[in-house]
């Protein structure tokens, strides 16, 4: 079935330093979705991106979903100890439900 | 605010016992989810329900089933627990594409 891929699996960076994860499929998604889980809770989606090279800013966050809708990225600008958490990309079916990548865990040594 | 309930937070069960999970949303969302959380894994689809009395199989439905008697609620039954079903349960709801979270059920089987 689709899978979606998600490097890193972990990244540790020292607060202020810039942070990257990456989505990438084998076939073209319709969509990418953004999701945070904070360390003890639950999945609260971000954001959605649907046309292709579509760039999308929340404050420090920087969403880009690829020319050919096969790759996606989430780029975090200065971490806080606030961005703590895993960040999970995710395509959304035609079918209501929504592929999961594996998520990247984010930790920041304050 | 969209609110879906879980009807425990933590849950410890024996091995071949009947397990109930309950999930509840308030926002009279048509589709309802089951997810398990495994690290490493990401969220895997177990089942999810369109409407009401309807279900369909995600990517792991062994060893599970479903019940949705009523829009606002929909359950997940372990017919006999096995170790291998400890995990973090997590249900969400949908009107359309964005996916709300209950704060899960971290399940162990014994």
């Known amino acids: 079935g689709q899978q979606v891929m998600q490097i890193p699996q972990y990244q540790h960076v020292q607060e202020g330093e810039d942070f990257t994860t990456y989505c990438n499929s084998s076939t073209t998604l319709s969509n990418i979705q953004w999701y945070k889980q904070r360390p003890g809770g639950h999945p609260v989606f971000l954001i959605q991106?649907?046309?292709?090279?579509e760039v999308k800013k929340q404050k420090r966050l920087t969403f880009q979903f690829g020319e050919a809708k096969k790759n996606s990225s989430l780029h975090i600008t200065a971490t806080q100890t606030t961005d703590v958490g895993t960040y999970f990309c995710a395509e959304y079916s035609s079918a209501s439900k929504i592929i999961f990548g594996s998520g990247t865990r984010l930790s920041i040594r304050p | 605010d969209v609110k879906v309930t879980q009807s425990s937070r933590y849950l410890v069960k024996r091995t071949g016992e009947k397990v109930f999970l309950e999930c509840v949303q308030d926002?009279?969302?048509?589709?309802m989810f089951w997810y398990r959380q495994d690290p490493g894994l990401g969220l895997r689809l177990i089942y999810f329900s369109y409407d009401v009395k309807m279900k369909e199989k995600g990517d792991i439905p062994e060893g599970y089933s479903v019940s949705r008697e009523k829009k606002e609620r929909f359950s997940l039954i372990l017919e006999s627990a096995s170790t291998n079903q400890t995990s973090m349960y997590l249900c969400?709801?949908?009107?359309?594409?964005?996916?709300?979270f209950g704060p899960g059920t971290r399940l162990t089987v014994t």
């Open positions: 969400a709801s949908s009107a359309k594409y964005e996916q709300y």
């Open positions: 991106l649907v046309k292709s090279g």
């Open positions: 926002m009279d969302h048509e589709n």
